[in-house]
């Protein structure tokens, strides 16, 4: 079998050749908001809309090609999930409009007084749904994180959970800072109590596999674009609550999920260009992945593809991600957020939440824009993480996220850069 390389997949994405208008090829540190797309995607989703493009449930040929295109979608990312069914998919504009709509319906069903957990380690997306609930006399409470570390003490939970809880909020991982929550440990707590989890998997699919049956939780949101596909949201449910729920829609559409949650014509060439994406990741598992075969026993086909697909990825972040990870912390006046610890690396994505005492995020940010280089500086929409840890007056954090089809070479140039911006501040 090859070895996983960075560059066997780089000519896959055709943006990853582009230069900046200075003729500087252009490294992209900015996945965490959005990763590349790949060519394959961008080719589905132009022979969607040349051969296929329709509404759907018609005879005519266009139309069936519609309604084919939909289908393979929900397979996709059931496989991409382990879903047990592709009707437990449900797709929309993003994540947090998916959020929004499901924290809407539920309010339905609970009483003022009930209870529902957020954390402060979360994206926005994942809090102000549920805070939104407080309107209708629904109490919101907080699970902190440790500051030292950005991590969520399960034993805070303990104390916060109650009778009265109907659901903890909680991410898979930090977009902030790359903390990987401990889920199948959130899951049996809560469901201890009768609660429900729904988490935010935005940040935590395009670096580990997802097994939403081994993690046990009840609702999972994400989305494509994170993981080289177009901008596509995704929410997953069980499919006897989703079913059960009373969703907002419009009366002439579906009782039955998927349907009733699917509000309006969807993003059709959007959901070719994802399954495109699931195919790429399949691939990537069916030619780099055989050492990870034996973690997946319980899997066949393009369900363990995808699984072992996602733990090559996941293999080459975390070693090149140790190695970002010693060059910042030996730069003089960085500060680095998050687990450190080279034994703790699975706790956490590969993604660096820096800054200098002395120079702002977001000048660093536009240095390195100068340079080519793509990085986002501020609070990223995770707007408690960064009033936790003092810096909401500040300017936040400068966010440095690696993903596949980053080198060694780029992060030897960015960490040339700060190296020598460290000495401004001598």
């Given at each position: 079998?090859?070895?996983?390389?960075?560059?066997?997949?780089?000519?896959?994405?055709?943006?990853?050749?582009?230069?900046?208008?200075?003729?500087?090829?252009?490294i992209?540190?900015?996945?965490?908001?959005?990763?590349?797309?790949?060519?394959?995607?961008?080719?589905?989703?132009?022979?969607?809309?040349?051969?296929?493009?329709?509404?759907?449930?018609?005879?005519f040929?266009?139309?069936?090609?519609?309604?084919?295109?939909?289908?393979?979608?929900?397979?996709?990312l059931?496989?991409?999930l382990?879903?047990?069914?592709?009707?437990?998919?449900?797709?929309?504009?993003n994540?947090?409009?998916?959020?929004?709509?499901?924290?809407?319906?539920?309010?339905?069903?609970?009483?003022?007084?009930?209870?529902?957990?957020?954390?402060?380690?979360?994206?926005?997306?994942?809090?102000?749904?549920?805070?939104?609930?407080?309107?209708?006399?629904?109490?919101?409470?907080?699970?902190?994180?440790?500051?030292?570390?950005?991590?969520?003490?399960?034993?805070?939970?303990?104390?916060?959970?109650?009778?009265?809880t109907?659901?903890?909020a909680?991410?898979?991982?930090?977009?902030?800072?790359?903390?990987?929550?401990?889920?199948?440990?959130?899951?049996?707590?809560?469901?201890?109590?009768?609660?429900?989890?729904?988490?935010?998997?935005?940040?935590?699919?395009?670096?580990?596999?997802?097994?939403?049956?081994?993690?046990?939780?009840?609702?999972?949101?994400?989305?494509?674009?994170?993981?080289?596909?177009?901008?596509?949201?995704?929410?997953?449910?069980?499919?006897?609550?989703?079913d059960?729920?009373p969703?907002?829609?419009?009366?002439?559409?579906?009782?039955?999920?998927?349907?009733?949650?699917?509000?309006?014509?969807?993003?059709?060439?959007?959901?070719a260009?994802?399954?495109?994406?699931?195919?790429?990741?399949?691939?990537?598992?069916?030619?780099?992945?055989?050492?990870?075969?034996?973690?997946?026993?319980?899997?066949?086909?393009?369900?363990?593809?995808?699984?072992?697909?996602?733990?090559?990825?996941?293999?080459?972040?975390?070693?090149?991600?140790?190695?970002?990870?010693?060059?910042?912390?030996?730069?003089?006046?960085?500060?680095?957020?998050?687990?450190?610890?080279?034994?703790?690396?699975?706790?956490?994505?590969?993604?660096?939440?820096?800054?200098?005492?002395?120079?702002?995020?977001?000048?660093?940010?536009?240095?390195?824009?100068?340079?080519?280089?793509?990085?986002?500086?501020?609070?990223?929409?995770?707007?408690?993480?960064?009033?936790?840890?003092?810096?909401?007056?500040?300017?936040?954090?400068?966010?440095?996220?690696?993903?596949?089809?980053?080198?060694?070479?780029?992060?030897?140039?960015?960490?040339?850069?700060?190296?020598?911006?460290?000495?401004?501040?001598?």
């Amino acid at each position: 079998m090859p070895t996983f390389d960075p560059a066997h997949i780089r000519p896959l994405f055709p943006a990853l050749a582009e230069c900046d208008e200075h003729g500087q090829p252009l490294i992209f540190f900015d996945g965490p908001g959005g990763t590349q797309v790949l060519q394959s995607v961008i080719d589905a989703m132009s022979d969607y809309l040349v051969r296929r493009n329709a509404n759907v449930h018609a005879p005519f040929l266009t139309s069936r090609r519609t309604d084919e295109t939909l289908a393979a979608a929900h397979q996709a990312l059931a496989d991409f999930l382990n879903a047990p069914s592709p009707d437990e998919i449900v797709f929309g504009p993003n994540m947090t409009t998916l959020t929004f709509a499901l924290s809407r319906a539920l309010g339905r069903l609970w009483q003022p007084g009930d209870e529902v957990i957020v954390t402060r380690l979360d994206h926005d997306a994942n809090v102000a749904p549920w805070l939104a609930l407080q309107e209708q006399g629904i109490v919101v409470r907080w699970w902190d994180f440790d500051p030292t570390d950005c991590t969520l003490p399960l034993a805070q939970l303990d104390e916060l959970l109650s009778p009265r809880t109907r659901l903890v909020a909680v991410s898979g991982a930090s977009n902030a800072v790359g903390t990987v929550n401990p889920i199948p440990a959130v899951v049996e707590r809560a469901h201890a109590v009768g609660a429900w989890v729904f988490v935010d998997a935005v940040h935590l699919a395009p670096h580990f596999p997802i097994d939403v049956q081994a993690l046990g939780c009840d609702f999972l949101a994400c989305s494509a674009y994170k993981f080289y596909g177009p901008h596509v949201g995704v929410l997953w449910g069980r499919y006897e609550l989703l079913d059960r729920i009373p969703a907002y829609k419009v009366r002439p559409a579906e009782d039955h999920p998927p349907g009733k949650w699917m509000t309006g014509t969807q993003n059709h060439e959007g959901l070719a260009g994802t399954t495109a994406a699931i195919a790429y990741l399949a691939w990537l598992g069916e030619t780099y992945g055989h050492d990870y075969v034996k973690q997946f026993p319980h899997l066949r086909g393009r369900r363990l593809a995808l699984k072992t697909g996602l733990a090559v990825i996941c293999a080459y972040e975390r070693e090149l991600f140790r190695y970002l990870l010693e060059g910042l912390q030996a730069i003089p006046g960085l500060t680095l957020y998050g687990i450190t610890e080279p034994t703790r690396l699975h706790e956490r994505a590969p993604t660096a939440a820096i800054r200098f005492a002395h120079l702002s995020p977001q000048e660093v940010s536009a240095r390195l824009a100068a340079h080519g280089i793509a990085a986002y500086a501020g609070h990223f929409y995770a707007v408690h993480v960064i009033e936790r840890l003092g810096l909401s007056e500040r300017g936040g954090v400068l966010r440095v996220g690696l993903s596949h089809y980053n080198t060694r070479h780029e992060v030897d140039r960015l960490l040339e850069l700060l190296e020598d911006w460290s000495f401004d501040m001598a």
